[in-house]
């Protein structure tokens, strides 16, 4: 598993992240949100030994990863996928990342195989691949030591829909299988498909985590009816307060049973009522970063 533990990296006055700890546990896929210079990529920088913290510690199964005797093989990280060298071809970089692991030259066809880049595409060169083309190559560098951990930044840029299917699959079998992902991404609909649990960073300090379900509770309950206005005040004279959500419900923190039961003894029909969990992460997430939000960062 991946520990965190009262990290704090500073360059100067500034502070990129402040005193945080969190654990991804083995077999699940932790997500690892938070807006543009809220301190996720410093935090996975510092954990594979790029950016030296300041204070705290980052450890992989118990070891800081510049001490694991051979990191490729228990860890696999892509933090940038257009870091490559665009001058090598995508069968040259699988191939010295084999060779520098030790590994079996089986490897390289087998990941190619794995990411979907065909014989005539491993053959050019880098600098002539799509972002989605280089991300398929960063993963499979990443899994070519078959690792017990992952460490992803942003995987999903680039990737058509199919690719970001393709992607969600392959890390929901991977920590299935008993491994530990820990995936950064602005894509919130794709972190709340996979994730099993989230973390979210906000100003270099955690605002939030926990379980997918623990945070999504706090959506409350979306509800719909075809009198909306008669419904708002069948809920108030019951001491549930309700807003509108714009969209043609009313959300409320009260249990959707407790909302059914009011609208029941009010005389009330109701078209819809269920868990706000379809727009949660998003309002979640909006909510508990308001703070540190730039303008368009959260998309």
Do not use: C
Not at 35 to 64: C, D, E
Not at 236 to 245: K, S
């Amino acid at each position: 598993m991946i520990k965190v533990e009262n990290l704090t990296k500073k360059y100067g006055a500034t502070t990129a992240v402040d005193d945080i700890s969190f654990t991804a546990r083995t077999g699940r896929v932790t997500g690892f949100l938070g807006p543009n210079g809220a301190g996720k990529s410093t935090t996975l920088r510092i954990m594979v030994a790029l950016t030296p913290p300041t204070s705290g510690s980052a450890t992989v199964n118990g070891q800081r990863f510049p001490d694991l005797p051979n990191p490729g093989v228990e860890v696999g990280v892509l933090l940038d996928a257009s870091a490559q060298h665009a001058g090598r071809t995508g069968r040259e970089i699988l191939t010295l990342a084999q060779r520098t692991m030790g590994l079996p030259s089986g490897r390289v066809e087998e990941m190619l195989d794995l990411v979907g880049l065909t014989r005539t595409e491993s053959e050019r060169r880098v600098r002539n691949y799509s972002l989605g083309m280089r991300q398929r190559l960063g993963i499979g560098t990443a899994l070519i030591g078959d690792p017990g951990v992952l460490i992803l930044d942003e995987p999903a840029n680039g990737l058509d829909p199919g690719g970001i299917r393709w992607m969600r699959d392959l890390l929901r079998d991977f920590a299935n299988r008993g491994g530990t992902v820990l995936l950064s991404s602005h894509l919130l609909h794709e972190i709340e498909v996979v994730a099993d649990d989230i973390v979210v960073i906000g100003n270099g300090r955690i605002v939030a985590q926990g379980t997918k379900a623990e945070l999504l509770h706090t959506a409350g309950t979306l509800v719909r009816a075809t009198d909306l206005d008669r419904l708002g005040r069948v809920l108030a004279g019951a001491g549930i307060v309700a807003t509108a959500a714009g969209d043609g419900s009313l959300r409320t923190e009260a249990a959707p049973d407790r909302v059914g039961e009011v609208a029941l003894a009010g005389g009330v029909p109701l078209t819809e009522l269920r868990n706000a969990d379809g727009a949660g992460l998003e309002e979640m997430f909006l909510e508990l970063t308001a703070d540190t939000q730039r303008e368009g960062a959260a998309a």
